[in-house]
Structure formats: C-alpha cells, structure tokens
C-alpha cells in the first residue's frame, strides 16, 4: 500500500521566513504524489502534484527517491499561507493521506 | 454543478438516531471517497468506490457505518444509533478513473453534531 508520513501537526513560522512541510512516502514503484490544502472555512483543494513540477503560490515540492520525500517548500511564508496541509500518494486505489500538518504563521 | 455536493451541511442529532449523509461527485468520476475530519485527528479514510468494484469498506470504524453508491453516481453514508464520538466532518471526494494525475476533489463537507 502506498502511505505518507507528515511527522509535524503543527509548524509556527514568523511571516518572511522559509517554511518547509515535510512529507516522507513508503512505498516502492514510481510514486505519484499530492499535496492538497484547507483554507480557513474553505474546501479541501489541490495545490500541487509532482509530476507537474510547477510552483503554485510560491510553493514548490521535490521529489527526493533517496530521501523518500515530498517536502513543501516556500521561501518567504506569508499570513495568507496560514492553513492545513496534506500530502497524499495518487494513483488508482484507495487514497489515504497523512494526518495533515497545520501552518501557522505569525505576523 | 461543477463540484462535489454534500448535504446537509450541517446535522444535529440525538444519541442514538440514525444520519444519513449525501454525496453528489462530479459527473463522469468513477472514484468516490468518504472521509471524516475531527479536530487534531487529521483525515481519517472510511470507504471507497471505483466503477462497478466492490467497494473498499476498511476504513469504516464500526458496523453502525456503511455506505452505498447507487448507480455509480450518488453516494449514501449512514450512520446508525449515532454516538457522540460520531461528531466530525464528514468529507466526501471523487476522482475521474483516467486521466493523468488522479486528482481527488472534495465537497465541502457535512459537520455532524450528535448531542
């Protein structure tokens, strides 16, 4: 079964700092992997997914197989950035997701 | 509409009444999810559909919960002689079957209050 660990519930960043979510995968193959987002009073939503190696609101995240990670990164955290992370592996199965890592940053 | 639909938005029940939870997926995905989000508990994974395939049940917490999914559209999630350990979120998602990438999108959810 695909699974991913997300080993922090909570991450406080001051506003302007580097703000790093970590996601590590346990599976073998070739991984597909997502990381959706939870806004205050909004829906669960895509933000990003490997294989499109894009950036979406200054987030970025790399695929290390030697690592076994999927970390989210941004380089300076803003307050709008503020809310509740997934990550999750894709693929056609059941989709279980980590326990989620909420991002607080502070003004 | 273009969204997963979910009603109600929000229940409030007694101890012990049965709930029934609806999902509208976005048309054509044939992957539909059920999930319950509690506060500091992340999301938990409770069924899942794919086409015509028997459906993937593990993630149901007791026999008070099941679901069906009728038609390969409209989802039903019932939970019966609820429990007050039952209040949460109750998301549900969909997922087109082809296509690259397999995105899932979820509905707004449902909050159920049992008091």
């Known amino acids: 079964a695909q699974r991913v660990t997300q080993p922090e519930k909570l991450l406080s960043v001051f506003k302007g700092a580097p703000v790093e979510l970590k996601c590590n995968y346990s599976y073998s193959g070739s991984p597909e992997l997502f990381w959706y987002v939870q806004y205050s009073r909004q829906r669960l939503q895509l933000l990003l997914r490997?294989?499109s190696r894009e950036s979406i609101k200054g987030f970025t995240a790399d695929l290390n197989k030697g690592e076994t990670s999927f970390h989210l990164k941004k380089p300076f955290a803003q307050e709008e950035d503020s809310a509740m992370y997934y990550c999750a592996p894709g693929g056609y199965q059941k989709v279980t997701f980590g326990i989620g890592t909420k991002l607080q940053v502070i003004p | 509409g273009a969204g997963v639909s979910q009603s109600p938005s929000n229940k409030v029940t007694e101890k012990g009444k049965d709930v029934e939870l609806r999902c509208d997926p976005i048309?054509?995905?044939?992957?539909l999810y059920w999930y319950r989000q509690s506060l500091g508990q992340g999301l938990e994974f409770l069924i899942y559909?794919?086409?015509?395939?028997?459906?993937?049940k593990s993630g149901l917490p007791s026999d008070r919960f099941s679901a069906e999914r009728t038609g390969g559209s409209v989802s039903t999630l019932t939970i019966q002689r609820t429990q007050q350990e039952d209040s949460a979120v109750y998301l549900c998602a969909s997922s087109p079957r082809q296509g690259t990438g397999n995105t899932i999108y979820f509905g707004e959810g449902s909050w159920l209050t049992v008091v």
């Open positions: 559909f794919q086409g015509n395939s028997a459906p993937d």
């Open positions: 490997h294989i």
């Open positions: 048309s054509g995905h044939t992957a």
